[in-house]
């Protein structure tokens, strides 16, 4: 099961790339979203980097995750891939997070979307110059599978109205977790700090004596 402590080992990168140019827009290849693979079917997805370029306004509420898949979900528009989001740019927070499987459109096959459901159109747009900061947990279906750690892939800025996936605009990445220290491995960070304490302790107690020892009476 995840944890919140899971979350809490969340390492932010902050990742500027060259500039791409890619139909009639163009954007800073600066985003990149690194998932750790936490099983086949969870991932921390931890956001870095920004979004600075030239798209239509009505196009800049989502971010595109090309193929992140092992085994692909099944066709639907809707898959409810979200567990739990504390992922930002600046003050806009990301709360959406929808599964295209394959087969729902050209743009959208096999792609995982993340922006902010409001449940009214139009979306909030993603702010430009604004770190990507903090994590999402996402979680497919038993059967599914996310890809395996060391695949790579392309981020896409745009939007979902009228099958527009926008522009190139950075780059996924699967690694392995944070690793965890074991409680065997905490006992003895713990117990060497209690060590030194004491060693400390008598040799400041000896320091102190030895400086009265040399006070005259």
């Known amino acids: ?26 954007a800073f290849s600066a985003v990149l979203l690194q998932l750790q693979r936490l099983s086949d079917t969870d991932v921390l997805l931890i956001g870095s ?31 409810p891939i979200l567990d739990e989001s504390e992922l930002y ?14 087969g729902i459109g050209d743009s959208f096959t096999n792609t995982i979307y993340i922006g902010r459901d409001v449940g009214t ?7 430009l110059n604004e ?6 947990l996402l979680h497919l279906a038993n059967g599914e599978s996310f890809a395996p750690i060391g695949s790579t892939g392309a981020v896409y800025w745009g939007t979902t109205t009228g099958n527009i996936r926008g ?21 003895m960070m713990l117990g060497g700090i209690f060590v030194l304490a004491m060693l400390y302790l008598r040799s400041t107690g000896r320091t102190i004596a030895l400086a009265r020892a040399c006070v005259p009476h």
């Open 167 to 187: 522009i190139l605009s950075g780059s996924w990445e699967m690694v392995a977790p944070d690793p965890v220290p074991l409680p065997s491995s905490i006992s």
């Open 89 to 102: 740019a600046g003050s806009y927070r990301f709360n959406f997070a929808n599964d295209a499987g394959s």
């Open 121 to 127: 159109l139009p979306f909030p747009q993603i702010p």
């Open 131 to 136: 770190p990507l900061v903090g994590s999402m």
């Open 49 to 79: 980097g920004f979004l600075d370029g030239t798209i239509p306004a009505e196009n800049q509420h989502s971010l595109y995750l090309i193929d992140p898949f092992l085994i692909r979900p099944s066709p639907r528009a809707n898959h």
């Open 1 to 26: 099961m995840l944890t919140t402590s899971r979350i809490c080992r969340v390492t932010l990168r902050f990742v500027i790339g060259a500039a791409l140019v890619f139909g009639s827009g163009t």
